[in-house]
C-alpha cells in the first residue's frame, strides 16, 4: 500500500488545494457585488438573507466549488435577486448580474499589478518560502478570478450571462425562459465534467489574460522604483 501511495500523481491534488484560497476570494466578492448593485438598483433580498457578507461559506456551493479547484470553471451559489424590486425589472436583473463578472475582471487587474510589484520591489528574486507561495496564490487568483468571469458570462441559464441576454427578450420569453433554469446548470455540469467547454473557455481566458498582463508590467516597473 506505500508503494502505491508513494507512485501517486499527488500534483493534481496540489494544484486543486493551491486554488482553495484563489477560488474563495473569486467567489465570494462575485456573489457579494451582484448582492450590492442589487441593493443600489432598489433589491434589498440580498441583504435580508444574509448574502451582503465576505463569509465564503455564506456563498459556498460544494459542486461549483470543486469544478473551479480542479478544472478551473464553477460556480457560486446564487445570490437571491427579487427583479420585483426594480424600477426596470430586466434592466435591474442585467445589471446585477453583469456586477459579478466585472468584479472578478477588477480582481485580475488588481492582482496582476500587486504580481508584477511584489518581482519589482524582490528584483525578480522569488525563492521558496512563504513569499513563493504569496506570489502563487497572487497569480491564481488572478487566473481563476478571469476564468470565473469569463464562465459566468455564458448565456446558459442560471449565469449572468443569461440574464443578461435574456433582459432583451419580451416579458413573456423571459420568465418561460427561466422555468429552465435548474435544467441549464446540468448542462453546465455535463459540458464541464466531459471537458466540451474547456479548450474554447481556455482558449478565451488566455486572450483574456494576456491582454491584461500589461498591468503586472505596471507593477513591476512601479516596484523597482523601490529597489
Do not use: Q
Amino acid at each position: 500500500m506505500l508503494n502505491v501511495l508513494k507512485n501517486l500523481d499527488w500534483s493534481v491534488l496540489t494544484d486543486a488545494l493551491l486554488s482553495v484560497i484563489p477560488a474563495l476570494i473569486c467567489i465570494t466578492l462575485h456573489e457579494c457585488s451582484h448582492g450590492l448593485v442589487a441593493l443600489w438598483l432598489g433589491d434589498t433580498t440580498a441583504r435580508d438573507m444574509g448574502r451582503l457578507s465576505l463569509n465564503p461559506l455564506k456563498h459556498f456551493d460544494i459542486m461549483g466549488f470543486v469544478m473551479m479547484a480542479f478544472v478551473g470553471f464553477g460556480w457560486a451559489k446564487p445570490v437571491p435577486i427579487d427583479m420585483r424590486n426594480f424600477k426596470n425589472p430586466k434592466r435591474g436583473m442585467a445589471i446585477s448580474a453583469l456586477a459579478g463578472p466585472v468584479s472578478n475582471v477588477l480582481i485580475t487587474v488588481v492582482m496582476l499589478f500587486v504580481y508584477g510589484l511584489i518581482f519589482g520591489v524582490t528584483g525578480g528574486v522569488v525563492r521558496g518560502g512563504a513569499l513563493y507561495y504569496i506570489v502563487l496564490t497572487v497569480y491564481r487568483t488572478a487566473y481563476l478570478s478571469l476564468a470565473f468571469a469569463v464562465f459566468n458570462i455564458l448565456p446558459v441559464p442560471p449565469l449572468d450571462g443569461s440574464k443578461v441576454l435574456f433582459s432583451a427578450l419580451s416579458p413573456e420569453a423571459y420568465y418561460k425562459l427561466m422555468v429552465y433554469e435548474r435544467y441549464g446548470m446540468l448542462l453546465l455540469v455535463v459540458l464541464v465534467v466531459t471537458g466540451v467547454l474547456n479548450g474554447p473557455l481556455n482558449s478565451a481566458v488566455g486572450f483574456l489574460f494576456d491582454k491584461l498582463s500589461f498591468m503586472a508590467r505596471l507593477g513591476l516597473d512601479l516596484g523597482g522604483l523601490f529597489i
